[in-house]
């Protein structure tokens, strides 16, 4: 069948369905410059899931721009039309509960290969100015791949490099580095952004401010990043990975706070990224310690003196250019010798700085190799106060989660003076808080079946927020996910929700955009049954 004929037929349903405004020859114009309007089932299926594999909700097409331009023709088809429909943008469709989908909308499938992106703009590195502009769809890999060709690379990281430049920065961005750089967010220097209106507006600290913080860490509620331009530095050629045991979480956290507060020191004086783990089965710390060593001979948390069954895993780096690897040792050894882990549980590695930084992409495969990564995935991300870290890990920890992770379990403290207040991202209110990520898996049973252990991870999930709520832990949601109004006001806090509900009123206010969060309801319908009154 001609790509025509199927064009007419897409744009056919879509005046009928919605109610789009405008003569054929302007809708028309949502597939020139090489922009690809798809109901085909491949494309319609596929942007009906995410990662989470927990939720399915059918959009009416898949969009695929080539250009900012692209995008604002479907945004602005929107906007404009009788009834109105949903846009959604999607990177590598990485979220958890459907926060990217659209249903009976359009989803706009921002990242990926195919006619459309053969056209997108490629990274833009200006080397003397030390910046790199990115397509809003551009996976941080292949960012990384365009700046090292100049030497450089962006400042702050997640630990996934298989993620859109435009879906990190609409969360926050974090890693390792979040301590001494900020998040993502904090290391932008300027967006191109499609408003709900269809307007492309060039933002930045000094240019429609408003737009530009409330854009970054904003959830997708008020525009859609088409471009982004992102603080680089010169790239490391080499990394030393160190990995250490602890059995007693109050010095596991002391050391990490301690690591951390050095965010101001000269580089030779703190290390360049500071994470952690809580290990709570046999099985997880020998498949963490096999990317170091051969797992021939297995470690034993009962061996260890664990305080209630359960380790803590600190986890830094120290980046360096071959020329300085001869002082690399005795940094390392001065920043580690006054911490309190176990003495024989020191695990380093020396790897290339890529290598470091796309170690997850290397577990993924072999996740994919066992039919292991397309499972449903109940994440739960928290930001723990400080205060209350240890409150936290009596009751979950050594509570809640028993002697099984189902998956990683990161933990490690931010500073908050590295984030930007006036961006759309809600913390704890105080100076130093946890990050707490429950990357879990529900894989299947005996019998074929992931159903039981999804409901089982879920239950611990809701127990661990009623443990929060219980104990007046005051955690935040980092990708956050709510079911009613009163639970988005709550998480936003009064003077940030009158904000952050001003922002969508103006730059959205037919509330189009990123339905799928599900904080706003639209006027129009084909919208989940769980969604939030408006």
């Known amino acids: 069948m001609a790509p025509r004929f199927l064009l007419a037929l897409a744009i056919c349903k879509l005046i009928i369905t919605v109610g789009l405004n405008g003569e054929p020859t302007e809708l028309l114009q949502l597939c020139v410059g090489g922009g690809r309007l798809s109901m085909e089932r491949v494309d319609v299926e596929s942007a009906s899931l995410d990662f989470g594999m927990m939720s399915r909700a059918e959009p009416l097409a898949v969009y695929h721009p080539s250009s900012a331009d692209d995008v604002a023709r479907l945004v602005r088809a929107a906007y404009e039309s009788s009834r109105g429909f949903a846009v959604s943008a999607r990177g590598h469709g990485h979220s958890i509960n459907g926060q990217a989908q659209a249903a009976g909308g359009v989803v706009l499938k921002m990242s990926g290969a195919g006619p459309a992106a053969q056209s997108r703009p490629a990274p833009r590195v200006a080397a003397e100015e030390r910046y790199v502009d990115a397509w809003g769809g551009e996976l941080w890999i292949d960012v990384l791949r365009s700046t090292l060709e100049r030497g450089l690379a962006p400042k702050s990281w997640t630990d996934y490099l298989y993620l859109s430049v435009g879906g990190t920065l609409s969360n926050g961005g974090i890693s390792g580095q979040a301590f001494n750089h900020g998040p993502q967010i904090s290391n932008v220097y300027e967006l191109d952004v499609v408003t709900g209106k269809g307007d492309i507006v060039t933002c930045s600290e000094e240019k429609n401010s408003q737009l530009f913080h409330a854009v970054l860490g904003g959830l997708g509620q008020f525009g859609i990043i088409t471009r982004a331009r992102i603080a680089l530095e010169p790239a490391p050629q080499r990394v030393r990975w160190i990995r250490v045991l602890y059995s007693n979480f109050s ?159 990161l933990i490690y403290p931010m500073n908050k003076n590295k984030w930007d207040q006036r961006s759309s991202v809600v913390t704890p209110e105080e100076d130093v808080f946890y990050l707490v990520a429950l990357l879990r898996s529900a894989t299947v049973d005996s019998s074929g079946d992931a159903s039981r252990r999804l409901e089982h991870l879920a239950d611990q999930n809701r127990r661990i927020l009623k443990f929060c709520v219980d104990e007046g832990i005051e955690v935040k949601q980092y990708l956050p996910h709510y079911s009613t109004r009163e639970e988005w006001a709550g998480h936003f806090g009064d003077d940030k929700w009158a904000r952050f509900y001003q922002n969508k009123m103006e730059f959205d206010p037919k509330q189009i955009l990123s339905t799928g969060q599900r904080i706003f309801k639209p006027e129009f319908g084909f919208y989940p049954n769980d969604a939030v009154s408006s």
């Open 251 to 409: 010095s596991f956290t002391r050391d990490q706070e301690y690591l951390t507060s050095l965010h101001g020191e000269p580089a030779s004086k703190k290390f360049d990224y500071v994470e952690g783990f809580v290990i709570v089965d046999e099985g997880l710390i020998n498949n963490w310690r096999s990317s170091f060593f051969s797992p021939r001979n297995p470690v034993k948390i009962s061996s260890l003196g664990t305080d209630g069954g359960v380790l803590y895993c600190l986890e830094v780096t120290k980046n360096y250019d071959e020329s300085k690897a001869d002082t690399v040792d005795q940094e390392v050894e001065y920043l580690l010798k006054d911490l309190d882990f176990i003495p024989t549980s020191v695990f380093t590695t020396d790897i290339p700085y890529v290598d470091f930084l796309d170690r997850v992409h290397k577990a993924e495969s072999k996740l994919r190799a066992n039919n292991l990564w397309d499972v449903p995935h109940p994440w739960l991300n928290l930001f723990v106060p400080r205060s209350r870290i240890a409150d936290f890990d009596r009751g979950v920890f050594k509570g809640i989660l028993g002697d099984k992770a189902s998956g990683p379990i």
